[in-house]
């Protein structure tokens, strides 16, 4: 292994063409692309659908505090300020926590 490190990998390489396997190894290229662009493309689409839903929920709910929290409990500005921006700083880390398990998700279908 520390051959590997030591040396470049250009000095270890076999040239492709020198036998004849250049359409074996695009073929092969291209289908692991192919796999690659698949999964890119599911976990991507599938981040916008959650994004989406999250900045609703997001919406609705910090909405909702603000309405309780200015008209049926009076408090002080300072409580309602930083109970808004706990609501939101947790909404933020659940999405997150969605994305990283939906990105853990896909890397184990690969």
């Not at 292994?1 to 036998?19: E, G, H, K, N, W």
């Amino acid at each position: 292994m520390t051959f590997l490190l030591i040396f470049p990998c250009d000095l270890l390489s076999v040239s492709i063409r020198a036998y004849a396997a250049e359409e074996t190894f695009r073929l092969q290229f291209m289908e692991f692309l192919n796999l690659s662009n698949r999964c890119t493309g599911t976990y991507y689409m599938l981040n916008r659908w959650i994004a989406l839903r999250i900045d609703m929920l997001n919406t609705a709910l910090t909405t909702t505090l603000g309405i309780y929290l200015v008209y049926w409990r009076p408090t002080q500005v300072a409580n309602v300020g930083f109970s808004l921006t706990m609501v939101l700083d947790l909404s933020k880390s659940v999405l997150v926590f969605v994305r990283l398990y939906n990105k853990w998700e896909l890397q184990a279908n690969r």
